[in-house]
């Protein structure tokens, strides 16, 4: 069964650093693109970016763009979100999804559980 | 304000027929496929449907979908009280180079 597995529920104060991880398991990594979707509290669901695991190439929405960095891993099938200075906005549940590699507009077929991120002084 | 546009609420009695619309432009919906996702509460997104109609595999035929020009449908019918959920649709925006998502429709099953 695939799965994307992601880390714990993290607290952090304004400014500091984070990464957060998705490991993924029963399918080949590399055939598969990584998106990341942000939901703040008791709203939609946001995208990201993606990553291809094969050659690290991202494409990040405007929104997130210079705010956060997508990197992957692929000799533990790891992708990661790292965030070098948190704000208080910052505070919401985070998921991984899997997308088909190739096709822009392939669906989020397999969704990570979601790391939930809270940022306050 | 999301670029894809959906009722925020939606309800039914067991049994009923609903349909939850999603409304986008020519670059989003109107060049592209559509996907739903159902959020049940304290839960990961799930995908439903992907271009425009096809249901994954144990998604039951109950849960259908259309799309006309820049316009798409999610339509359930037989409604159960465990379809009681969040549901978004999405879509490729040319324009944006990215994902765009609705902003939801809570589906209240009475």
């Known amino acids: 069964e695939v799965q994307l597995v992601q880390s714990g529920a993290e607290v952090k104060k304004p400014g500091e650093s984070l990464t957060i991880s998705c490991t993924a398991s029963a399918y080949t990594f590399t055939d598969y693109w990584i998106t990341w979707v942000r939901q703040m509290p008791g709203k939609g669901l946001e995208w990201m970016g993606r990553i291809d695991p094969r050659d690290s190439y991202t494409n990040y929405s405007p929104s997130f763009q210079g705010h956060v960095t997508f990197s992957v891993d692929k000799s533990i099938n790891t992708a990661s979100l790292h965030w070098s200075s948190l704000k208080a906005s910052d505070t919401g549940m985070y998921y991984c999804a899997r997308v088909v590699s190739g096709s822009a507009d392939a669906p989020f077929d397999s969704w990570g559980q979601g790391t939930l991120v809270t940022v306050s002084s | 304000q999301s670029l894809l546009t959906q009722p925020p609420s939606a309800s039914g009695t067991p049994g009923q027929r609903v349909t939850i619309s999603c409304s986008g432009t020519?670059?989003?919906?109107?060049?592209?496929?559509v996907s739903w996702y159902q959020q049940v509460p304290g839960a990961a997104p799930k995908l439903l449907l992907s271009g425009n109609i096809q249901r994954p595999s144990g998604v039951p035929d109950r849960i259908s979908g259309s799309k006309s020009g820049t316009s798409a449908s999610l339509a359930i019918t037989g409604l159960q009280s465990d379809d009681e959920a969040d549901y978004f649709c999405a879509a490729w925006d040319d324009s944006l180079s990215g994902v765009v998502f609705g902003g939801g429709t809570k589906l209240t099953v009475l």
């Open positions: 020519k670059s989003n919906i109107g060049s592209n496929a």
